[in-house]
């Protein structure tokens, strides 16, 4: 395996790309066309229009909650040694992010660390954001297992139910995985490194492959014994059963999909990734309750008389439609689709204290009114009945995460 030293010295003459990353991912293929950099117009709504409707996007009041909740956690510049993750609209804290340990796998989405890594690499030259990306790679490529062609996920998992430990007769793979592979192809790309783009591809078909139901809905774990590449289980750790459809898993595979189709420019990629957003969307349209493009937690939970939602797998999904969108034209609905998502997110989740930004006397800015620290409510990190521990409706790091982004992707495309 390829180390993270290795990694930082290849490529070390100033010969790289140094191409938007976020839109339009630089392979050696030109992965997007010049049509794809055009500055997309929505043929049904005005720039103007869409701008008003999509206003909560861009309002002062997240501006607001994210100087406060920075303020609070750097201390004198210095790093945090724990992160955001969630915030709870009652108990003992309501209204507060509650934070999680530095290494936790969620820390890295509240500073936006990778992107920020990236584009200070390609708009600067920053050798050391690079590296940096580098190391993040060498170390997820460091998990890849040759006989199972795929890269491993969690060490162990652990619920009421089971105890998965042994790594020597478990292998773990979850659905969330194909988010991560961009980081790979990314890596790859800006190092001239093959064998990165090579497992995330490998690991793009084994999820494909083992994870992928025949109707387009998504198993969330399967454990494999990679002695012998017998199939142990497959079942969900965060949805309702192992075979209903949890809906953040689903909107992580559209994305996921989409994303290692920008890079490989294979067409089984890609179909894969409309596949999913198929079954996602028929989802959101055949519900029958208010606000329907906020996806449920899981699709086939009972409902009851509480409508458990998941905004942050609404706007992962969305994000994965915006991309779709991109690669199909302006012939493909996915734009409308990722549309309405936002719009529903927005007048449903979006958290409505009167928080903003001032001046004291001093102009040493600061911020006032934030009673709810995420900017989205009405997200479920684990419903699971098993779950060591269970959390539902309640704002969400990643859903405030790929909420912005989704902002930032329609600035990148010209519609707002």
Known sequence: MTSSTDLSRESSQDGLSRNPSQDSLPTPSSVLSATDL?????????????????????????????????????????????YP?????????PGHYNTKEVNFWTCGFFPGIQ????????????????????????????????????????DKS??????????DTNFLVIVDSMCNMDLLFYAG????NQLLSDIATNHAHFVRRNLIRNDNSTWHVVNFDPRDGSLKTKHTHQGYSDDSTWSRGQAWTILGFTQTYIWTKDQLFLDTAIRLAEHFLERLRSAKHAYPFVPLW??????????????????IAANGLLLLH????????YLNDALRIARETIDMCQATDPARLVADADSKIKAEGVAFDCILKHATANNNDYALVRYSDHGLVYADYYFLEFGNKLLRMGMV
């Open 158 to 167: 652990v619920s009421t139910r089971y105890n998965i430990t042994d790594k």
């Open 326 to 333: 991109q690669i199909l034209g302006e012939g493909s609905s």
């Open 38 to 82: 055009t500055p997309t117009a929505s043929k049904t709504v005005p720039r103007h229009q869409l701008t008003a409707e999509l206003s909560g996007l861009y309002s002062e009041i997240i501006a607001a909650k994210l100087w406060k909740v920075a303020e609070e956690y750097l201390n004198n510049g210095n790093a945090p040694s724990h």
């Open 115 to 154: 992107p920020a890594l990236r584009q200070d690499w390609e708009l600067t030259g920053n050798y050391d954001s690079r590296a940096s990306v580098m190391t993040a790679a060498s170390n997820l490529a460091s998990r890849y297992d040759d006989r199972m062609k795929a890269v491993r996920s969690w």
């Open 189 to 192: 790309h800006h190092s001239s």
């Open 85 to 93: 993750e969630w915030t709870p609209e009652d108990g003992e804290t």
């Open 298 to 315: 899981d699709f086939d939970a009972p409902v009851g008389d509480r409508l458990l939602r998941d905004s942050s797998a609404g706007m």
